[in-house]
């Protein structure tokens, strides 16, 4: 356990001693900034034309704050992290391989399992105060209009999950390779056709649906933003993270039998 | 304390290790010599249990590398070749992580850091970032990173490559300093570092041990002649024909001329070591004496050596 805090700590620095915290985080906040905006900007457009235009103003769904901001506004953020996270991971352990330091670290009394662990919590510790960073959206819209609260703090343990499934996953592709960029991208990769599952759901035979669905990263983070917490999705995201740390483990070993 | 028996590793197809055997006993440091791919980094990192042998056995302190790594992990400081440090880290919180790491309470963590970063010089660098250190520095600060938690064992690969000559002399210094208290394996090219710092060498070479010895014993034997270097001023024709009539020598050299004077390396008889008349007959011909010395037995000799022997008796 002190081990594991002390890597969880010692990356947590690092996180801060080198510029990527700060790059990713204010990309991330202007980004997510720019589609906030825009989306309650179009909101409030549409709030004045209605105010002009009785028909529509019946239309129910398209004058609720929670279903036309709060929900499309999760969706953006979860696509800018699919495109941002690969970038915090990509390091951990590739950068750790291609110095030698990977040497030094393993022969310290530590377990591979302690230096997993304390790496990814620090990774998902940098993620939440981007998570946090971004309550700002949700309480200027509170100052505006009346939002549900339950579907935005649903929304957030959605996003928190998934945030740690693509940890997990980032993290995975590092143990694999020395170089960042192939760790970057392999997890981009990977990351996306998961996200893309869901697409090709109307071609395949009937019985590929179900498990595309299933696999499939979006359909997920749908019910959180509706205000669900169906157990499903979450051990849907825990099995994917916990999956993915087994096989990190399981590929740092691997380089010890190796010849 | 370190026990290595029968080790083997192969990497694919190639053999890295073909069997080895050493013991070293509890405070000795020993000290271990072999040319680039000999295998000595392989068998360190197996002692660090970076990675498992093949086949064979290892213990440190009694623990089995492979079995109780975390005991052995607990018990040794090792130093890599290449010194591989975390560059966007300060010295001390380093420092600070390893021996936090390593086993060092909280409370004692303060004094061990500042201890041991006197004793490797690098107290006026504290705040600065490892990644802008130069070589000599980074190399002390790996040093000092494996001597945090005073382990049992030190595990040292090149140490003092890259050092200046004044860091060398005191990084040795530090290295004897630990002998009695601590366990030393250091590999290195350099004979002179291994009869200043070592009671020990194990010579290494092709994934074998091809001897095992104190270092001065180790030139005695394979020196079989007393080489010595001469600067004579006079006809080198002349010099070499009256040299070489004097009883004992074996072998003339004659190396470069300049301005008239000659290099020669003159070897002699084991037991008819005659110098004194060597210098008599220089000065009795009318020759100018400019320098008189003995040779040494480098490393490369040794090593040629003893490589060539083997394979002598292999063919």
Redesign the interface.
């Known amino acids: 356990m002190?081990?594991f805090y002390?890597?969880f700590?010692?990356e947590l620095?690092?996180y801060f001693?080198?510029p990527i915290a700060y790059a990713v985080m204010t990309i991330f906040l202007i980004i997510t900034g720019y589609f906030f905006y825009n989306i309650f900007a179009t909101f409030s457009t549409l709030s004045f034309q209605a105010q002009m235009n009785p028909t529509l103003a019946k239309q129910y769904n398209l004058l609720n704050i929670s279903e036309s901001v709060v929900r499309p506004l999760f969706g953006n953020v979860s696509v800018i992290m699919l495109l941002l996270m690969p970038l915090l991971t990509m390091r951990l352990f590739s950068e750790e391989k291609r110095?030698?330091?990977?040497?030094?670290l393993?022969?310290?009394?530590?377990?591979d399992i302690e230096v997993v662990l304390g790496k990814f919590a620090a990774c998902l510790a940098i993620f939440s105060i981007m998570l946090v960073f971004t309550l700002l959206y949700p309480f200027l819209i509170k100052i505006y209009g009346q939002p549900e609260l339950g579907p935005i703090i649903t929304g957030y343990i959605g996003l928190f999950f998934m945030g740690a499934a693509f940890i997990a996953f980032g993290i995975f592709a590092s143990t694999l390779t020395e170089n960042q960029v192939v760790a970057a991208v392999l997890s981009f990769g990977v990351l996306l056709f998961f996200w893309m599952a869901g697409y090709s759901i109307s071609f395949v035979s009937s019985s590929l649906v179900s498990v595309l669905s299933y696999i499939a990263l979006t359909q997920h983070l749908e019910s959180f933003a509706k205000g669900v917490i169906d157990s499903g999705d979450i051990i849907y995201y825990l099995n994917f993270t916990m999956l993915c740390i087994f096989l990190s483990l399981r590929a740092l070993e691997s380089?010890?039998?190796r010849? | 304390m370190i026990e290595v028996e029968n080790l083997t590793k192969?990497?694919?197809s190639y053999n890295a290790l073909k069997g080895i055997n050493f013991r070293v006993e509890k405070g000795e440091i020993l000290g271990f010599l072999g040319p680039n791919g000999a295998g000595k980094t392989t068998t360190m990192?197996i002692l660090?249990?970076?990675?498992?042998a093949?086949s064979g056995k290892a213990t440190v302190a009694g623990y089995d590398v492979f079995e109780n790594s975390?005991e052995v992990?607990?018990r040794?400081g090792?130093l890599?070749e290449?010194v591989?440090?975390?560059?966007?880290?300060e010295i001390t919180?380093y420092l600070t992580?390893?021996g936090?790491?390593?086993?060092v309470s909280a409370k004692d963590i303060k004094t061990k850091v500042s201890k041991v970063m006197g004793d490797c010089g690098i107290t006026h660098m504290a705040g600065k970032l490892i990644g802008e250190l130069s070589k000599g520095y980074r190399q002390r600060v790996g040093l000092a990173?494996a001597l945090i938690n005073d382990p049992e064992v030190l595990i040292l690969d090149e140490p003092t490559i890259g050092l200046d000559p004044k860091q060398i002399i005191e990084i040795r210094q530090l290295i004897k300093n630990l002998a009695g208290r601590h366990t030393v394996i250091l590999s290195t090219h350099i004979l002179p570092e291994v009869s200043m710092t070592c009671q020990r060498v194990v010579i290494i070479n092709e994934g074998r041990v091809i001897a095992v010895d104190t270092p001065h014993n180790l030139t005695n034997q394979i020196q079989k002649a007393a080489r010595i270097f001469f600067k004579i001023e006079g006809p080198a024709v002349n010099v070499v024909k009256e040299l070489n009539k004097v009883k004992g020598v074996k072998m003339i050299e004659k190396k470069e001329t300049s301005n008239g004077v000659t290099d020669y390396i003159v070897e002699l008889e084991k037991g008819n070591e005659n110098r004194k008349v060597l210098p008599e007959l220089i000065i009795k011909n009318g020759w100018g004496l400019h320098e008189m010395r003995s040779v040494e037995m480098s490393l490369e000799d040794i090593f040629i050596k003893l490589v060539t022997e083997e394979k002598g008796v292999k063919t």
């Open positions: 002190r081990n002390l890597i700590k010692k620095k690092s001693y080198s110095s030698g330091t990977i040497e030094l393993l022969t310290y009394p530590v377990r380089k010890k039998w010849g | 192969t990497y694919g990192r660090t249990c970076f990675f498992p093949t975390l992990k607990k040794i090792y890599p290449n591989p440090l975390y560059k966007d880290m919180d992580f390893v936090r790491i390593k086993g990173q």
